[in-house]
């Protein structure tokens, strides 16, 4: 296992990241459209999604900062 | 961290091979065989009956109903051609044992499904559930539309019947 | 669409419990063990409330058969997580079996306590095996389940009706409780008709429901001369 | 092993552990992975023949599991939580024992997370949230906030683990690789400090209103049912001052057992003993403030069903516990706590686990009494007993809490070593100076030093 490894799984690393942020999206955004799709509440859907969907993407974002901040002034 | 690779390969196989599996398990039945090649074309052309001729309760019933020994009795009572199967049929008549069909086409017990309400109320033909049976030669070895909830709402969706649980769901 | 509501009469009403017994038969509610019973495990979607009131020795016996409420605001669907819980279009509260995850949430929602909960897959023993009725599920284990109006009865009353090309009548579809009842104290039918015997029988100025501070709009409703 | 050339190091202690395992590790190692394995089976046999094999009936349809949830997930507010409050308050004295508190966080918040699984009736049917999840229902809102706090504190644990890590890797010994790829490339460089402080900042700030929201969420489980003793406006505030206060004493304990174990006497000093608990001590209060208000209003009010479940708690089947819980969470605590004499190790010790236990039954209290006195008064009321499976999987949870910090410990240093490495190098002058900023009068500047190694 040599650097270029090691840099690759950190890549990788940070992709799951954003695989959850955006899965996690992609749920809400299905959950909204089922939502709609049987009339059951869908501006309380909307609402709790709208919240979820920005603390996840906040999240994934400072990781992200945090990677590229770490591998920009390497060596 | 060899061992962490190794374990984790391990771990990811594991998961694949399971989740292949649980997939595969899901969709692939094993084929039905049943006891007697029937032909539903060559019935159909030599005596000119419909499928309610002797699937007799499709309209007005939950099950559509197999035809018994004393219903195939009526002609097959004794040999009428020469095939190998007819042969089977007529045996049976004679012993006065009822075929063992085996059953292809089943919903779950809680599952309301129910022939009258899809082909005497609905007036859906019997090919879009279970295919061209008209024109085989054999019988059907496994479901043509797969009994799966998907594939009812579809439908459903389709032709704008119910999509509330309830209406079938018990 | 229809609005299925049911009334009793709890002046009729003698407490003899055919009710609970027909129910439970007709939708193969699990019999259980004596072990499970002690620890409230017992399994009635029709049950029959045993209150006192008086004091010794003037004791007055006071029978409330209980059912699912179907209540027009049901407390139990807010709150289940994959809506296997919902009311449907006949204003009755469905509960989808296959659907449910057995978080039991709905359990803990109801204030009437109706739902019950699979604990175990309840195998029925060899005389009662034979008794299981086709038009009903068994229910898999860990899955709420509860009184359902008898949907089955529903869903082929409907389709009779709709083969004969007439609209339901009053009577066409009475659960298994109102049926059996010895004292005639059910009515039941579609509210939104005036005509019914239930609508007449709503109006009756000894009806109440339970719990009607909460607001659920129990579409059962009692009679009682106090 | 060639550390040592850092024998040097002044913190070597702190790096010890992560070399040197004793005897006494493999064996509490061993001791819990068999606790977890017997509940493990125990469960595969629940999973086998359901729900049955609890003690669970009705009308208590909930029991231990969603007990333990709620304890665990309350406990899990020990760490992310404290540990951004006191560093966005700047308490110097945090940089010893932030580590600590994450850890604990995001262990127990994933032991917390299984736990309404295992109360599930069909596990085999979780993926119908994804499918047909609804997002009005509680339920659905603690799985998107525990996801969410969980990702929040696995982030907040690692951002400022990474000088640590790159400490190590620079070391060179075991796991070389590993640190390598975690280190993701830190080289302590002041850029890289600064981005990673910036990172650190945003989430501490973020991470406050996400661990506060976690915890107003599992209360409103309860309270948005119609239930009497859940259905109660100040259940939110409530649970979260009972998850930090047991959060606290979590905490303590930890520090406590991990301090003798891996000789830290000379990091977790007197000092942040004494401060933490303190910090025990107000939640304590701030705790029987609220347990006094809840059951104050419910018994003013007077309401018949309300009345039920609150005399069954304080008078019935329950009173034992309840007033077991008052005495574990207000009265044990006021009293080794309050006073300085007693606020010693040992002191602080049997207080951090009487809180344990007394925040366990206060969230057995909250759950059982109101499932057992249904609203409709012709129910009977119910029995709840909870069954083998059930005090296993406790054990289970808390096993595995134990474990999985003995695990973290032998990866990665327990005590944040840059972190005390900065405090002894840049922030006595930093509060020095700050201390000078909170007073106009230059004069008194002699007097006020002694004041501010006082304060901190």
């Not at chain 1, 799951?16 to 869908?42: F, Q």
């Not at chain 4, 994804?130 to 998107?144: A, E, N």
Request: proline letters at 5%.
């Amino acid at each position: 296992m040599n650097n270029k490894t090691i840099v690759i799984l950190q890549v990788f690393s940070v992709t799951l990241i954003w695989g959850l942020v955006l899965s996690i999206t992609a749920l809400c955004i299905h959950l909204i459209h089922v939502a709609y799709r049987v009339h059951d509440v869908p501006d309380a859907t909307v609402a709790i999604s709208i919240i979820a969907i920005l603390i996840f993407w906040v999240l994934g974002s400072i990781l992200t900062y945090v990677f590229v901040g770490l591998h920009k002034q390497r060596g | 961290m060899r061992d962490i690779i190794i374990g984790s390969v391990a771990f990811l196989l594991a998961l694949v091979i399971s989740s292949v599996w649980f997939i595969h398990a899901r969709d692939a039945r094993s084929e039905v065989l049943q006891p007697i090649q029937f032909n539903h074309k060559l019935m159909i052309e030599k005596t000119g009956f419909t499928c309610m001729g002797c699937h007799k309760l499709v309209k007005t019933n939950a099950r559509a109903g197999i035809p018994n020994i004393e219903t195939c009795g009526m002609c097959h009572s004794q040999m009428m051609g020469k095939s190998n199967e007819e042969n089977k049929v007529v045996a049976y008549v004679r012993q006065n044992k009822q075929i063992p069909w085996r059953t292809i086409y089943y919903v779950p017990d809680y599952v309301y499904f129910s022939h009258r309400r899809h082909v005497g109320i609905a007036k859906l033909k019997c090919s879009v559930c279970h295919g061209a049976i008209a024109s085989m030669t054999t019988p059907p070895r496994k479901q043509f539309l797969a009994i799966k909830m998907q594939n009812c709402i579809d439908c459903h969706e389709k032709y704008k019947a119910s999509t509330d649980c309830y209406a079938c769901h018990r | 669409m229809a609005r299925y509501g049911m009334v009793i009469d709890l002046d009729r009403c003698t407490g003899c419990g055919a009710c609970v017994t027909a129910c439970k038969a007709e939708n193969n509610v699990a019999i259980v063990s004596e072990d499970d019973a002690k620890m409230g495990r017992t399994m009635f979607w029709m049950k029959m409330l045993v209150g006192y009131e008086g004091e010794y020795p003037n004791i007055k016996m006071k029978f409330i058969p209980r059912l699912c409420f179907e209540c027009d605001k049901p407390p139990c669907i807010k709150v289940c997580p994959v809506r296997a819980t919902y009311k449907n279009e006949d204003g009755l509260v469905a509960q989808i079996y296959p659907q449910c995850i057995g978080c039991r949430y709905c359990m803990a929602a109801c204030p009437y306590t109706v739902k019950v909960f699979n604990w175990y897959r309840y195998v029925p023993e060899k005389p009662m095996s034979n008794c299981i009725n086709p038009d009903v599920s068994v229910r898999p284990k860990g899955v709420v389940e509860k009184c359902t109006f008898c949907i089955h009865r529903l869903q082929k009353a409907k389709e009779l009706a709709q083969a004969e090309h007439r609209k339901m009548r009053e009577g066409d579809y009475v659960p298994a409780c109102m049926q059996v009842c010895p004292a005639k104290a059910f009515y039941f039918g579609d509210l939104d008709n005036p005509q019914n015997r239930v609508t007449e029988a709503m109006r009756d100025v000894r009806g109440f429901t339970l719990l009607e501070d909460l607001g659920t709009d129990p579409k059962v409703h009692y009679l009682h001369a106090k | 092993m060639n550390s040592q050339n850092y024998k040097t190091d002044e913190d070597e202690v702190l790096f010890r552990p992560i070399y040197h395992t004793g005897r006494g590790f493999y064996l509490i190692a061993a001791v819990l992975l068999l606790i977890m394995l017997v509940a493990g089976t125990l469960y595969v046999s629940q999973l086998i023949y359901g729900l049955g094999v609890t003690g669970m009936g009705e009308p208590v349809t909930w029991g231990f599991y969603i007990i333990d949830f709620i304890f665990f997930i309350g406990i899990s507010h020990a760490g992310t939580l404290i540990s951004a409050i006191l560093r966005l308050s700047k308490a110097e004295w945090r940089r010893p024992i932030t580590r600590m508190a994450e850890v604990i966080t995001a262990i127990v918040l994933a032991i917390g997370g299984l736990h309404p699984i295992i109360d599930l009736g069909r596990p085999d049917r979780i993926l119908h949230l994804v499918t047909s999840g609804r997002l009005q229902s509680p339920l659905l809102w603690d799985v998107f906030s525990i996801t969410a706090y969980f990702t929040a504190s696995t982030v907040y644990l690692y951002l400022p683990l990474i000088p640590d890590i790159a400490l190590l890797r620079d070391r060179g010994d075991k796991h070389h690789k590993l640190y390598e790829f975690l280190s993701w490339g830190y080289n302590g460089s002041p850029e890289h400090k600064k981005v990673l402080e910036r990172a650190i900042n945003i989430l501490m700030v973020m991470v406050i209103p996400i661990a506060i929201s976690v915890h107003t969420i599992i209360s409103w489980i309860f309270a948005m049912t119609l239930q009497p003793g859940w259905h109660s406006t100040i259940f939110g505030p409530y649970f979260v001052v009972g998850a930090i206060f047991s959060g606290i004493a979590a905490l303590l304990i930890i520090m406590i057992i991990f301090r003798k174990a891996y000789h830290f006497e000379n990091y977790l000093r007197d000092v942040h003993f004494d401060y933490l608990s303190t910090l025990l001590l107000i939640m304590s209060l701030l705790w029987f403030y609220f347990t006094f208000a809840e059951y104050l209003t419910g018994f003013y009010g007077h309401e018949p069903q309300e009345m039920r479940v609150f005399f069954y708690k304080i008078d019935g089947r329950f009173a034992p516990l309840f007033w077991l819980m008052v005495v574990c969470n207000f009265v044990i605590p006021v009293i080794l706590l309050g006073f300085k004499k007693l606020r010693k190790i040992p002191g602080i010790l049997i207080a951090s686990f009487s809180v344990i236990l007394g925040m366990w039954l206060e969230r057995l209290i909250i759950v059982i009494p109101s499932l057992a006195n249904p609203r409709l008064s012709y129910v009977r009321t119910g029995v709840y007993f909870p069954s083998i499976t059930e005090v296993m999987l406790l054990l289970f949870g808390l096993a595995a809490l134990g474990f999985g910090f003995m695990m973290f410990s032998k990866l990665f240093p327990l005590i944040s070593i840059w972190e005390i490495k900065e405090g002894r190098e840049e922030s006595v002058h930093n509060v020095s100076q700050r201390l000078k900023g909170y007073f106009p009068a230059p004069q008194a500047m002699h007097s006020m030093e002694v004041e501010g190694h006082h304060e901190q």
